[in-house]
């Protein structure tokens, strides 16, 4: 049995991004890129799972980990996706989903391998089903799961974006170890704008710990304090990726550190990641020092 700190669930994705200024760059991305990159960076041991066409095996050249801790299940089609941003911290933004691929099961998890932390890094609205992170959490060990799959939905014929609440929330939050969203995301799960209320209920219904991000902070709540830590960017060039570099970082330094340091380290290494392009490419001592000098 191979043994992991976290293994990271979700589809990697041919990205066409446009920012603010009409600039566009394309790329490889996808939570499951972005949160590999992240945890292996600060010198986790961590898998990632994929599935993709056979035609689109090359994406698979832009994880930063080690070829061997990379799965992949070939399928009948590959993530395509549009992002346009039309603010310069890449807050706001329209998405398509241009080409899609299928849901993951059970059996795209190896048998012989698991991990501390299985980390649903999902893209749309069925990327996992409710029975997939159940079994998980019961049969396999502590899930942490990104809401974004839970909330947001594609017009299979148009590819346009919409965000719906999670209808079965309250049953499944009970199964999350490590819950993770942003600021809009809790509103929409909650129905408030108040981070720390909102946090709050989510805590209720049954999730662990809950991480909320924001452009001027990283909020955690663990149903006893409220924790936060600000983001010290000093570009957002690379602002694509950042709850996906937080999440990993946090979950994956919560295995052995408690709440406040690993909190710290999680915001340093997003705010590190903020000012490059694309998936974190460091390692622990450039976070350290990333830390001396600015907090």
């Known amino acids: 049995m191979k043994h992991y700190n976290s293994i990271i669930i979700g589809h990697i994705t041919d990205d066409l991004n446009t920012d603010y200024t009409g600039q566009t760059i394309h790329s490889c991305g996808g939570a499951v890129l972005f949160s590999s990159a992240s945890a292996y960076s600060l010198g986790h041991r961590v898998a990632a799972i994929t599935k993709l066409s056979k035609n689109d ?3 698979l050249n832009a994880f930063t980990i080690d070829d061997d801790d990379v799965y992949c299940s070939f399928c009948n089609g590959s993530v395509v996706m549009e992002n346009v941003y039309f603010t310069k911290d890449r807050d706001k933004r329209k998405s398509k989903c241009k080409e ?3 849901q993951f099961t059970i059996d795209d998890i190896p048998k012989d391998i698991d991990a501390d932390v299985y980390h649903f890094a999902g893209l749309l609205y069925g990327d996992f ?7 998980v959490a019961l049969n396999r060990g502590a ?5 974004q799959a839970c909330l947001r939905h594609a017009n299979k014929e148009t590819g346009e ?4 609440d999670w209808s079965s929330k309250k049953e499944m939050l009970k199964y999350i170890s490590f819950l993770k969203t942003d600021a809009a995301e809790a509103e929409i799960l909650t129905g ?3 981070r720390y209320e909102a946090a709050k209920i989510l805590y209720s219904w049954g999730a662990k710990e809950i991480l909320i991000t924001h452009s001027s902070e990283v909020l955690v709540y663990d149903g006893k304090s409220v924790y936060t830590c600000p983001i010290k960017a000093r570009d957002l060039i690379g602002r694509t990726g950042r709850g ?3 999440f990993a970082a946090y979950i994956n330094e919560r295995i052995n550190n408690n709440i406040e340091d690993s909190l710290l380290t999680a915001t340093a290494t997003v705010s590190l990641k903020m000012e490059t392009p694309g998936p974190l490419k460091c390692n622990r001592e450039d976070v350290l020092d990333y830390i001396k000098e600015f907090y």
């Open 100 to 102: 899609f691929s299928e």
């Open 129 to 135: 089903s409710d029975d997939l992170i159940k079994s």
């Open 244 to 246: 996906d570099t937080t």
């Open 192 to 194: 408030t704008k108040d």
């Open 143 to 147: 899930v942490a799961l990104d809401v």
């Open 161 to 164: 974006m919409y965000f719906e």
């Open 57 to 59: 095996a090359d994406r």
